[in-house]
């Protein structure tokens, strides 16, 4: 029932802008904190960002100044503005629930309840 559904990645040459949505469905999402995370090739999953239940953000130092999370709770919908792109961004985007609305740990990918197929975003020229 509990359903999240990336969309917006795309081939983007370096310095570009894309934003990543994530449209949600199945279960309370005021209540929820939503984390973005990214796999690249031969690499762990990554924490990117995240929102709170209150709109409280959090980046890894590798984004801030670059990427901006966002939530819309009329559209049940988070975002993934993302600036300045760099060939490091490539990866696979996935977003994440967890129902809970906790904050601690946001960067863990085992807090999170359910998660999104991923949409893949490459920076290249």
């Known amino acids: 029932q509990v359903q999240l559904v990336e969309s917006g990645g795309d081939l983007v040459q370096p310095g570009g802008s894309l934003r990543l949505s994530c449209a949600a469905s199945?279960?309370?999402?005021?209540?929820?904190?939503i984390g973005w995370f990214r796999q690249a090739p031969g690499k762990g999953r990554e924490g990117v960002s995240c929102?709170?239940?209150?709109?409280?953000?959090y980046y890894a130092d590798s984004v801030k100044g670059r990427f901006t999370i966002s939530r819309d709770n009329a559209k049940k919908t988070v975002y993934l503005q993302m600036n300045s792109l760099k060939p490091e961004d490539t990866a696979v985007y996935y977003c994440?629930?967890?129902?809970?609305?906790?904050?601690?740990?946001?960067?863990?990918?085992?807090?999170?309840?359910?998660w999104g197929q991923g949409t893949q975003v490459t920076v290249s020229s």
């Open positions: 929102i709170s239940r209150g709109s409280t953000t």
């Open positions: 994440a629930a967890d129902l809970q609305g906790s904050t601690w740990g946001w960067s863990r990918a085992s807090v999170y309840d359910y």
């Open positions: 199945g279960f309370t999402f005021n209540y929820a904190s």
